[in-house]
Protein backbone atom coordinates (compact mmCIF):
# COMPACT_ATOMS: atom_id res chain seq x y z
CA UNK A 1 0.00 0.00 0.00
CA UNK A 2 1.08 3.79 -0.89
CA UNK A 3 -0.33 5.59 2.02
CA UNK A 4 0.08 8.95 3.35
CA UNK A 5 -1.41 11.56 3.79
CA UNK A 6 -1.57 13.12 0.67
CA UNK A 7 -2.88 9.64 -0.94
CA UNK A 8 -5.62 9.16 2.01
CA UNK A 9 -6.97 13.06 1.08
CA UNK A 10 -7.46 11.95 -2.76
CA UNK A 11 -9.61 9.55 -2.08
CA UNK A 12 -11.77 12.16 -0.88
CA UNK A 13 -14.05 11.11 -3.72
CA UNK A 14 -16.12 7.91 -3.37
CA UNK A 15 -19.52 6.64 -3.87
CA UNK A 16 -20.60 7.24 -0.62
CA UNK A 17 -20.38 11.36 -1.14
CA UNK A 18 -21.69 11.13 -4.47
CA UNK A 19 -25.15 9.25 -3.32
CA UNK A 20 -24.95 11.88 -0.35
CA UNK A 21 -24.96 14.64 -2.63
CA UNK A 22 -27.62 13.11 -4.48
CA UNK A 23 -29.94 12.77 -1.64
CA UNK A 24 -30.03 15.66 0.22
CA UNK A 25 -30.11 17.24 -3.36
CA UNK A 26 -33.25 16.47 -4.05
CA UNK A 27 -35.63 19.78 -2.97
CA UNK A 28 -33.74 21.54 -4.91
CA UNK A 29 -34.07 19.02 -8.06
CA UNK A 30 -38.20 19.72 -7.30
CA UNK A 31 -37.21 23.64 -8.14
CA UNK A 32 -35.44 23.04 -10.43
CA UNK A 33 -37.39 20.85 -12.25
CA UNK A 34 -40.36 23.28 -12.20
CA UNK A 35 -38.65 25.71 -13.67
CA UNK A 36 -37.09 23.30 -16.40
CA UNK A 37 -40.40 22.76 -17.39
CA UNK A 38 -40.93 26.55 -17.65
CA UNK A 39 -38.28 26.37 -19.52
CA UNK A 40 -39.50 23.54 -22.07
CA UNK A 41 -42.71 25.54 -22.66
CA UNK A 42 -41.65 28.76 -23.31
CA UNK A 43 -38.49 27.54 -25.83
CA UNK A 44 -41.29 26.11 -27.37
CA UNK A 45 -42.60 29.62 -28.11
CA UNK A 46 -39.61 30.57 -30.11
CA UNK A 47 -37.67 29.09 -33.29
CA UNK A 48 -35.41 27.15 -31.44
CA UNK A 49 -36.51 23.17 -32.24
CA UNK A 50 -37.29 20.68 -29.78
CA UNK A 51 -33.73 18.85 -30.20
CA UNK A 52 -31.77 22.12 -30.27
CA UNK A 53 -33.84 23.10 -27.07
CA UNK A 54 -32.85 19.43 -25.27
CA UNK A 55 -29.26 19.36 -26.50
CA UNK A 56 -28.98 23.37 -25.45
CA UNK A 57 -30.02 22.07 -21.76
CA UNK A 58 -27.42 18.84 -22.58
CA UNK A 59 -24.66 20.79 -23.20
CA UNK A 60 -24.96 24.36 -21.30
CA UNK A 61 -27.14 23.08 -18.75
CA UNK A 62 -27.40 26.66 -16.99
CA UNK A 63 -30.86 27.80 -16.38
CA UNK A 64 -30.38 31.73 -16.15
CA UNK A 65 -28.47 32.43 -19.02
CA UNK A 66 -30.85 29.55 -20.99
CA UNK A 67 -34.26 32.10 -20.43
CA UNK A 68 -32.00 34.77 -21.55
CA UNK A 69 -31.08 33.79 -25.02
CA UNK A 70 -34.33 32.60 -25.70
CA UNK A 71 -35.24 36.24 -25.85
CA UNK A 72 -32.58 36.38 -28.70
CA UNK A 73 -33.11 33.09 -30.48
CA UNK A 74 -34.79 35.46 -33.31
CA UNK A 75 -33.86 34.49 -37.38
CA UNK A 76 -31.66 35.15 -38.37
CA UNK A 77 -29.55 33.89 -35.54
CA UNK A 78 -26.85 36.34 -34.17
CA UNK A 79 -24.35 33.57 -33.11
CA UNK A 80 -21.61 36.06 -31.16
CA UNK A 81 -24.18 38.18 -29.15
CA UNK A 82 -25.77 34.57 -27.90
CA UNK A 83 -22.63 33.41 -26.53
CA UNK A 84 -21.02 36.98 -25.42
CA UNK A 85 -24.38 37.04 -23.51
CA UNK A 86 -24.34 33.10 -22.21
CA UNK A 87 -20.68 33.81 -20.79
CA UNK A 88 -21.86 37.11 -19.06
CA UNK A 89 -24.65 35.76 -17.26
CA UNK A 90 -22.40 32.83 -16.10
CA UNK A 91 -19.40 34.95 -15.00
CA UNK A 92 -20.70 34.23 -11.55
CA UNK A 93 -19.65 30.95 -12.25
CA UNK A 94 -15.80 32.10 -11.44
CA UNK A 95 -16.28 32.87 -8.01
CA UNK A 96 -18.07 29.80 -7.11
CA UNK A 97 -15.51 27.63 -8.54
CA UNK A 98 -12.49 29.68 -6.99
CA UNK A 99 -14.25 29.02 -3.64
CA UNK A 100 -13.75 25.11 -4.00
CA UNK A 101 -10.10 25.28 -4.86
CA UNK A 102 -9.07 25.05 -1.43
CA UNK A 103 -11.10 21.96 -1.04
CA UNK A 104 -11.21 20.34 -3.90
CA UNK A 105 -7.34 20.77 -4.90
CA UNK A 106 -6.16 17.37 -3.35
CA UNK A 107 -8.57 16.01 -6.14
CA UNK A 108 -7.61 14.03 -9.16
CA UNK A 109 -7.49 17.00 -11.79
CA UNK A 110 -10.21 14.79 -14.05
CA UNK A 111 -12.29 14.36 -11.65
CA UNK A 112 -12.10 18.50 -10.92
CA UNK A 113 -12.68 19.10 -14.06
CA UNK A 114 -15.35 16.47 -14.95
CA UNK A 115 -17.40 17.58 -11.71
CA UNK A 116 -17.08 21.55 -12.32
CA UNK A 117 -19.37 20.77 -15.74
CA UNK A 118 -22.19 20.18 -13.23
CA UNK A 119 -21.52 23.25 -11.02
CA UNK A 120 -24.72 25.05 -10.31
CA UNK A 121 -25.70 27.56 -8.09
CA UNK A 122 -28.03 25.46 -5.94
CA UNK A 123 -25.58 22.72 -6.07
CA UNK A 124 -22.83 24.54 -4.79
CA UNK A 125 -24.77 26.26 -2.37
CA UNK A 126 -25.81 22.63 -0.67
CA UNK A 127 -22.37 21.31 -0.87
CA UNK A 128 -20.64 24.42 0.82
CA UNK A 129 -23.22 24.39 3.38
CA UNK A 130 -22.53 20.33 3.98
CA UNK A 131 -18.99 21.38 3.55
CA UNK A 132 -19.04 23.91 6.64
CA UNK A 133 -21.25 21.01 8.95
CA UNK A 134 -18.16 18.77 7.84
CA UNK A 135 -17.77 16.84 4.41
CA UNK A 136 -14.61 16.30 3.20
CA UNK A 137 -15.63 14.13 0.10
CA UNK A 138 -15.96 15.89 -3.23
CA UNK A 139 -17.95 13.87 -5.31
CA UNK A 140 -21.14 15.15 -3.10
CA UNK A 141 -20.80 17.97 -5.04
CA UNK A 142 -21.05 15.80 -8.45
CA UNK A 143 -23.97 13.84 -6.73
CA UNK A 144 -25.98 16.68 -6.23
CA UNK A 145 -24.58 18.06 -9.40
CA UNK A 146 -26.28 15.06 -11.48
CA UNK A 147 -29.08 14.91 -9.73
CA UNK A 148 -30.19 18.67 -10.64
CA UNK A 149 -28.59 17.89 -14.34
CA UNK A 150 -31.14 15.36 -14.81
CA UNK A 151 -34.02 17.40 -13.52
CA UNK A 152 -33.08 20.28 -15.56
CA UNK A 153 -32.99 18.42 -18.48
CA UNK A 154 -35.81 15.72 -18.34
CA UNK A 155 -38.43 19.10 -17.12
CA UNK A 156 -37.23 20.68 -20.18
CA UNK A 157 -38.36 17.78 -22.01
CA UNK A 158 -41.65 18.00 -20.23
CA UNK A 159 -42.02 21.49 -21.03
CA UNK A 160 -41.56 21.37 -24.52
CA UNK A 161 -43.97 18.19 -24.28
CA UNK A 162 -47.32 19.34 -22.06
CA UNK A 163 -47.45 22.96 -23.39
CA UNK A 164 -49.17 25.69 -21.29
CA UNK A 165 -49.66 24.36 -18.23
CA UNK A 166 -46.96 26.31 -16.11
CA UNK A 167 -46.25 29.90 -18.64
CA UNK A 168 -46.81 31.87 -15.54
CA UNK A 169 -44.82 30.79 -12.41
CA UNK A 170 -45.83 33.57 -10.27
CA UNK A 171 -49.28 32.17 -10.56
CA UNK A 172 -48.31 29.34 -8.42
CA UNK A 173 -45.49 30.86 -5.74
CA UNK A 174 -43.04 29.51 -7.44
CA UNK A 175 -40.99 32.58 -8.07
CA UNK A 176 -40.23 32.40 -4.60
CA UNK A 177 -38.78 28.82 -4.75
CA UNK A 178 -35.42 30.17 -5.34
CA UNK A 179 -35.20 32.69 -3.21
CA UNK A 180 -36.62 29.87 -0.63
CA UNK A 181 -33.29 27.49 -1.65
CA UNK A 182 -31.17 30.81 -1.10
CA UNK A 183 -31.95 31.47 2.29
CA UNK A 184 -31.90 28.57 3.52
CA UNK A 185 -28.68 27.74 2.28
CA UNK A 186 -27.54 31.41 3.83
CA UNK A 187 -28.93 30.20 7.57
CA UNK A 188 -26.64 26.49 6.98
CA UNK A 189 -23.26 28.31 5.57
CA UNK A 190 -23.79 31.19 8.36
CA UNK A 191 -20.94 30.73 10.29
CA UNK A 192 -21.72 33.27 13.18
CA UNK A 193 -20.70 36.70 13.32
CA UNK A 194 -17.84 36.39 11.14
CA UNK A 195 -20.38 36.25 8.59
CA UNK A 196 -22.19 39.59 9.65
CA UNK A 197 -20.32 41.81 7.18
CA UNK A 198 -20.09 39.50 4.29
CA UNK A 199 -23.52 39.09 4.18
CA UNK A 200 -24.58 42.98 5.18
CA UNK A 201 -22.48 44.43 2.62
CA UNK A 202 -22.84 41.42 -0.04
CA UNK A 203 -26.52 41.76 0.04
CA UNK A 204 -26.63 46.00 0.10
CA UNK A 205 -24.23 46.22 -2.87
CA UNK A 206 -25.54 43.50 -4.49
CA UNK A 207 -29.29 45.37 -4.26
CA UNK A 208 -27.60 48.41 -5.90
CA UNK A 209 -25.97 46.90 -8.34
CA UNK A 210 -29.11 44.99 -9.40
CA UNK A 211 -30.93 48.13 -10.06
CA UNK A 212 -28.44 49.78 -12.26
CA UNK A 213 -27.06 46.69 -14.11
CA UNK A 214 -29.15 44.13 -15.92
CA UNK A 215 -28.24 40.47 -16.02
CA UNK A 216 -26.14 39.02 -13.37
CA UNK A 217 -23.65 41.46 -12.64
CA UNK A 218 -24.59 42.28 -8.93
CA UNK A 219 -24.04 38.28 -7.84
CA UNK A 220 -20.41 38.79 -8.75
CA UNK A 221 -19.79 42.58 -7.83
CA UNK A 222 -21.98 42.06 -4.48
CA UNK A 223 -20.22 38.88 -3.81
CA UNK A 224 -16.77 40.06 -4.75
CA UNK A 225 -17.83 43.18 -2.30
CA UNK A 226 -19.32 40.77 0.95
CA UNK A 227 -16.07 38.75 0.57
CA UNK A 228 -13.67 41.56 0.50
CA UNK A 229 -15.47 43.51 3.13
CA UNK A 230 -15.08 40.38 5.40
CA UNK A 231 -11.03 40.31 4.68
CA UNK A 232 -11.25 44.34 5.71
CA UNK A 233 -12.56 43.62 8.89
CA UNK A 234 -10.30 40.64 9.72
CA UNK A 235 -7.28 43.06 8.92
CA UNK A 236 -9.07 45.86 11.16
CA UNK A 237 -8.92 43.54 13.75
CA UNK A 238 -12.53 42.37 13.77
CA UNK A 239 -10.88 38.75 13.68
CA UNK A 240 -12.36 36.56 16.14
CA UNK B 1 -31.30 20.65 -37.22
CA UNK B 2 -30.44 24.14 -38.39
CA UNK B 3 -26.87 24.04 -38.29
CA UNK B 4 -26.58 28.28 -37.38
CA UNK B 5 -28.53 27.28 -34.12
CA UNK B 6 -26.23 24.04 -33.18
CA UNK B 7 -22.79 26.37 -33.62
CA UNK B 8 -24.34 29.00 -31.29
CA UNK B 9 -25.60 26.04 -28.67
CA UNK B 10 -21.80 25.09 -28.96
CA UNK B 11 -20.47 28.07 -28.15
CA UNK B 12 -22.68 28.69 -25.58
CA UNK B 13 -21.99 25.20 -23.91
CA UNK B 14 -18.09 25.95 -24.37
CA UNK B 15 -18.35 29.54 -22.85
CA UNK B 16 -20.38 28.37 -19.89
CA UNK B 17 -17.89 25.84 -19.37
CA UNK B 18 -14.98 27.71 -19.28
CA UNK B 19 -17.06 30.34 -16.75
CA UNK B 20 -17.49 27.00 -14.71
CA UNK B 21 -13.67 25.81 -14.66
CA UNK B 22 -12.40 29.03 -15.19
CA UNK B 23 -12.45 30.11 -11.51
CA UNK B 24 -10.98 27.04 -10.45
CA UNK B 25 -8.07 27.13 -12.99
CA UNK B 26 -6.91 30.49 -11.39
CA UNK B 27 -6.58 30.11 -8.14
CA UNK B 28 -4.97 26.79 -8.20
CA UNK B 29 -2.15 28.73 -10.39
CA UNK B 30 -1.28 30.20 -7.19
CA UNK B 31 -0.08 29.52 -4.03
CA UNK B 32 -3.21 30.89 -1.86
CA UNK B 33 -2.19 33.15 1.57
CA UNK B 34 -3.94 32.67 4.60
CA UNK B 35 -5.88 36.28 3.53
CA UNK B 36 -6.61 34.63 -0.05
CA UNK B 37 -8.22 31.48 1.62
CA UNK B 38 -10.19 33.83 4.26
CA UNK B 39 -11.18 35.81 1.36
CA UNK B 40 -12.88 32.92 -0.36
CA UNK B 41 -14.16 31.67 3.10
CA UNK B 42 -16.32 34.29 2.75
CA UNK B 43 -17.68 33.73 -0.71
CA UNK B 44 -20.34 31.87 -0.23
CA UNK B 45 -22.41 34.07 2.81
CA UNK B 46 -21.67 36.88 0.26
CA UNK B 47 -22.78 35.27 -3.11
CA UNK B 48 -26.05 33.86 -1.25
CA UNK B 49 -26.86 37.10 0.15
CA UNK B 50 -26.01 38.71 -3.28
CA UNK B 51 -28.57 35.92 -4.67
CA UNK B 52 -31.47 36.77 -1.88
CA UNK B 53 -31.89 40.42 -1.05
CA UNK B 54 -32.33 41.77 -4.84
CA UNK B 55 -34.68 38.89 -5.60
CA UNK B 56 -36.71 39.73 -2.31
CA UNK B 57 -36.93 43.33 -2.48
CA UNK B 58 -37.93 43.68 -5.98
CA UNK B 59 -40.52 40.83 -6.18
CA UNK B 60 -43.35 42.92 -3.94
CA UNK B 61 -44.04 43.51 -0.74
CA UNK B 62 -45.16 39.58 -0.47
CA UNK B 63 -42.01 37.91 -1.30
CA UNK B 64 -40.30 40.43 1.65
CA UNK B 65 -42.73 39.11 4.08
CA UNK B 66 -42.26 35.04 2.89
CA UNK B 67 -38.93 35.88 2.81
CA UNK B 68 -38.81 36.77 6.30
CA UNK B 69 -40.76 33.32 6.92
CA UNK B 70 -38.77 31.41 4.95
CA UNK B 71 -35.38 32.86 7.58
CA UNK B 72 -37.59 31.60 10.45
CA UNK B 73 -38.44 28.26 8.92
CA UNK B 74 -35.04 27.88 8.21
CA UNK B 75 -33.30 28.59 11.31
CA UNK B 76 -35.83 26.35 13.11
CA UNK B 77 -35.71 23.35 11.04
CA UNK B 78 -32.65 24.09 8.73
CA UNK B 79 -34.40 21.74 5.81
CA UNK B 80 -34.65 23.51 2.50
CA UNK B 81 -37.73 21.64 1.37
CA UNK B 82 -39.76 22.94 4.54
CA UNK B 83 -38.19 26.16 3.48
CA UNK B 84 -38.99 26.00 -0.39
CA UNK B 85 -42.94 24.90 0.58
CA UNK B 86 -42.91 27.76 3.04
CA UNK B 87 -41.99 30.40 1.03
CA UNK B 88 -43.88 29.09 -2.11
CA UNK B 89 -47.20 28.93 0.23
CA UNK B 90 -46.62 32.38 1.76
CA UNK B 91 -46.14 34.34 -1.40
CA UNK B 92 -49.32 32.02 -2.34
CA UNK B 93 -51.02 33.29 0.34
CA UNK B 94 -50.36 37.01 0.79
CA UNK B 95 -51.15 37.43 -3.20
CA UNK B 96 -54.59 36.45 -2.35
CA UNK B 97 -55.34 39.12 0.57
CA UNK B 98 -57.47 41.74 -0.87
CA UNK B 99 -54.69 44.66 -0.33
CA UNK B 100 -51.21 45.14 -2.62
Partial sequence: ?240 | MNAIGVLAIAGMAVGTYLTRIGGYWLVSRFELTSRARAWLEYVPAAVLASLVVPELTTGGPEKLVAGMGVLFVSYRWGNILYSMLAGIGLVLVFRQLPFG
Avoid at chain 1, 65 to 81: G, K, N, S
Avoid at chain 1, 138 to 159: D, E, I, K, R
Wanted: charged share 15%.
Fill in chain 1, 1 to 240: MHGGTEEIARSQFTADGFVRGLRESIPIAVAVFTYGVVFGVLARQTPLGTIETLLMSVTVFAASAQFVVLDLWRTPLAVIPIVITTVAVNLRHLLLSAALEPWFSRLKRGRIYGTLFFLNDESWGLTMRAHSDGETDGAYLLGSGCLVFVAWVSATGVGLTAGGLISDPTRFGLDMAFAAVYIALLVGVWDGRSDAVPVAVGGGVALVASMVLAGSWHIIIGGLAGSLAGVVRDELGGHQ
